[in-house]
């Protein structure tokens, strides 16, 4: 490995006057040390990165910096300017400029020095040893650590001052007094856990870790951080966020894994926040603990962790990682499918079924005609569903194999979709690009081949390696599977049919909204995503949205008729459910079922396999994936279909008040001697506890 700074990469006289021509200065000594291959493409990934976010630090400290194809190794260049240069610091231009290059495909050992170069940044010894030297070959030493950064007393009396102890007397008092209050008074030290990121992972995600740290020392606080940059990221301990007290992120890029942290008190910030005012945010986090401002979901009410971090944990076994896989492709398509489903029923119920075989809007539109705009809706919710499995395919493989695995998994969808190979040719070939993109991975390669490894080498061979496989080894099969599967779909009747209802309803509100539900919805969905949907498919997409409807509904009936059995917070949340479960939200269950999982739950489960089953012996069709009773005109037999979700509800709705009547029965005595005051609907304070509790 490359030495990343030489005396010839320093220039104690920069006499540049604007961060341009500074930046062309320190790069021409890249390109004359053999380090970036091409000027003027180097210089424009930089100013890039500069219009992304001011790279000036307070201190005098400027730090443009990018990753580069025309990087050949991670590298620094420095200059001193005596003129300063404005990099758009708070508090005024820079002298200390560090140019940092890094390659696309830049390995971790590079990168772990270049962090390491940046929490140097916030150490004022660093800086001020950068100032005084006077000789390329000493700055050179000291950026690479082979140098001390303490600068040498000026004189014997400051020496001997720095190295006398401060006030000893005051300090064993302090100690005492300390000691004092630890032996008698034990008091737990104020933790807090934070997460550092930037969009190009290499200065300012390692300068924000080192800054809180500082400030959490001075404030007497625990802080440990978790520094997400371009070398990877050790994740916190689950025991280490599960203890704090409080969590800061410092982020401009998404927070991977970000659920993690639900449930405690956030201070959400900018990186350059966490660089310029750490003791501020450490207040700040002090401060909404105190006052109890819990966050409710670290990623403000998304579905959990940004699906790009699926890919599990290190301890987690195939099954779970697999899971985690392909939920991350599913949680990519349901948008697709909710926008395109929703078009195409809109049209549907504008101009009728026949608008499918309306002539392409681009050759023909008239603006007053109603059939136009239908058909105009219709090909647009079309084009949006033509992305269904390519996308789901793409963002297993960037579940497994992270960016590098979207080209060959986008790919191996739209082969998939070209061969009828359908929603399960999407999950193997998306399955199947991550392995390879992974495998290749593994291969050590020289430095010269690692900055076109991501953009070059990985995109073009797993690309083909993929291709072949699905056009001429697997795709076939998997297309005549997929056949089959249609097939007895259409042969469904009776007994099977039932019984197919009953089993995608228990699915259904098994965990509202959860994985075991994204699966039968995925399925239901993937059916429907072709041209011309079997009636098999129809029937099984109208069965999953009418038993994801009954959950909701049930909890909201439940509250409106026995409202004594609910808290009164469950009783507010009992009208917003009836306008969820109306419009297909299986998720606004989830705050009863949270309370009370083990009478509610299973109560959500018989409701929805009653309706399943009801859909399907009914022969109910929905050509919609979403849309709740909104899209009632577009479901075949639909006074029929509204029944069996009313009798799924009710039958939930029954049994939810039968089992919490049992326990009301159960504990009078228990709740009265609590000695809770009674609420307005009779229900004791205590009792609402219990409810919660249960």
């Known amino acids: ?35 970036v291959t091409d000027l003027d493409g180097f210089l424009a990934d930089v100013a890039s990165r500069e219009e992304q976010m001011p790279t000036g630090l307070d201190g005098g400290i400027g730090i443009p910096h990018c990753r580069s194809t025309h990087v050949t190794e991670p590298t620094l260049a420095f200059g001193r300017s ?75 009396e400051s ?86 007290d409080a969590v800061v992120f410092a982020h401009d890029v998404e927070v991977r894994e970000k659920a993690r942290f639900a449930g405690k008190p956030t201070v959400d910030v900018g990186v350059k926040a966490a660089i310029n005012r750490p003791a501020e945010l450490i207040a700040e986090a002090r401060g909404k603990a105190a006052r109890g401002e819990i966050a409710a979901s670290a990623d403000g009410g998304a579905e959990g962790s940004a699906p790009m971090d699926a890919d599990g944990a290190a301890g987690d076994g195939f099954g779970t990682r697999l899971r985690k896989w392909l939920m991350t492709g599913v949680s990519y398509m349901v948008p697709f499918v909710a926008a395109g489903g929703l078009l195409i029923a809109l049209a549907f119920a504008i101009g009728g079924y026949e608008i499918a075989g309306a002539k392409s809007v681009a050759d023909h539109f008239v603006w007053t005609e109603t059939s136009s705009w239908a058909a105009l809706l219709f090909q647009i919710g079309s084009a949006a569903f033509t992305f269904l499995v390519p996308v789901l395919a793409g963002y297993i493989a960037y579940g497994m194999a992270d960016r590098p695995g979207l080209v060959p998994g986008f790919v191996g969808g739209y082969i998939a979709t070209t061969i009828k190979a359908g929603f399960l040719g999407g999950l193997v070939a998306g399955l199947i690009a991550g392995a390879v993109v992974m495998a290749i991975q593994r291969f050590k390669v020289p430095a010269s081949l690692r900055g076109i490894m991501p953009v070059v080498v990985i995109p073009l061979i797993s690309s ?58 995925a399925f239901a969905t993937g059916g429907i995503a072709v041209s011309d949907p079997s009636t098999g498919s129809l029937k099984i ?17 439940a509250t409106t008729v026995r409202g004594r059995l609910f808290t009164k917070t469950e009783r507010e949340n009992g009208k917003a459910a009836w306008v969820l479960g109306a419009s297909f939200i299986s998720e606004g269950a989830i705050p009863f079922a949270a309370a009370d999982p083990l009478r509610v739950i299973p109560s959500s489960m018989v409701g929805g396999a009653v309706t399943g089953a009801l859909s399907m012996a009914f022969d109910c069709t929905l050509r919609a994936p979403h849309g709740g009773i909104f899209v009632v005109p577009l479901i075949g037999q639909p006074f029929l279909y509204l029944l069996a979700i009313v009798a799924g509800t009710v039958v939930s709705t029954g049994l939810v008040v039968f089992l919490k009547g049992l ?32």
């Open 541 to 557: 997409m109208a069965a999953v949205m009418a038993a994801g409807m009954v959950p909701p509904l049930a909890m909201a009936l």
């Open 1 to 35: 490995m490359s030495e990343l700074i030489t005396a010839d990469l320093v220039d104690l006289d920069l006499s540049a006057d604007t961060k341009e021509a500074a930046a062309r200065s320190l790069a021409e000594r890249m390109v004359e040390a053999g380090r």
């Open 464 to 521: 083909a390696i993929v291709g072949v496989l699905m056009f001429v080894v697997i795709g076939k099969p998997i297309a005549s599977a997929q056949e089959a599967m249609t097939d007895w779909l259409n042969g469904l009747s009776g007994a099977n049919a039932i019984g197919l209802g009953v089993l995608l309803g228990l699915m259904m509100c098994f965990d509202l909204g959860g994985p075991v539900n994204k699966v039968a919805y």
């Open 159 to 244: 020496a001997a001052a720095e190295s006398a102890p401060a006030e000893p007397a005051a300090s064993a008092s302090a100690a005492a007094s300390a000691a004092s209050q630890t032996a008698s008074e034990p008091v737990a030290p104020f933790r807090i856990v934070a997460v550092t990121s930037c969009p190009t992972g290499i200065a300012h995600t390692y300068m924000a870790a080192e800054s809180l740290e500082n400030a959490a020392r001075e404030a007497g606080v625990e802080l440990v951080v978790e520094t997400q940059g371009s070398a990877g990221f050790d994740k916190l301990p689950a025991a280490t966020i599960a203890a704090a």
């Open 82 to 156: 005596a003129a300063r240069i404005d990099f758009g610091a708070a508090d005024g231009p820079a002298d200390l400029i560090f140019l940092i290059a890094a390659p696309a495909g830049a390995d971790s050992d590079h990168l772990t020095i270049l962090s390491s170069l940046a929490r140097q940044l916030m150490n004022a010894d660093f800086t001020d040893a950068l100032r005084s030297a006077d000789q390329p070959e000493r700055v050179a030493a000291l950026i690479r650590g082979e140098e001390p950064a303490t600068a040498e007393p000026a004189t014997a």
């Open 663 to 694: 326990r009301k029965t159960a504990e009078p005595e228990a709740t009265g001697q609590a000695g809770g005051g009674a609420a307005a609907d009779g229900t004791t304070e205590d009792e609402s506890k219990v409810a919660v509790a249960v």
